[in-house]
Nanobody, 115 residues
Framework: QVQLVESGGGLVQPGGSLRLSCAAS????????MGWYRQAPGKERELVAT???????NYADSVKGRCTISRDSGKNTVYLQMDSLEPEDTAVYYC?????????WGQGTQVTVSS
């Protein structure tokens, strides 16, 4: 089992920045993909960004150039730096981890972009 705990969400004005953190604990393996998904009201959960244990990243087109995912393997922590935030980025952001075929989710953290 893997436990994921997110932090860093909140209210920010359009054009602002936030950094989300996700601390993982439990049975971690070397080859684990971690990342972030988000779900806005009335919409399906969607990929934001992922990063492999080797550092390969993948971003949704909607956040490319505005978000940066990174990880500290020593701390089993993944970060999502979000810049130039837009109202459309408002959603609950979920941390995600995949080890082989097993998937794990955090409880989610709310990000609200509003003036």
């Amino acid at each position: 089992q893997v436990q994921l705990v997110e932090s860093g969400g909140g209210l920010v004005q359009p054009g602002g920045s936030l950094r989300l953190s996700c601390a993982a604990s439990g049975s971690m393996f070397r080859n684990v993909v971690m990342g972030w998904y988000r779900q806005a009201p009335g919409k399906e959960r969607e990929l934001v960004a992922t990063i492999t244990s080797g550092g390969t990243t993948n971003y949704a087109d909607s956040v490319k150039g505005r978000c940066t995912i990174s990880r500290d393997s020593g701390k089993n922590t993944v970060y999502l730096q979000m810049d130039s935030l837009e109202p459309e980025d408002t959603a609950v952001y979920y941390c995600y981890a995949r080890i082989l075929t097993a998937q794990f989710w955090g409880q989610g953290t709310q990000v609200t972009v509003s003036s």
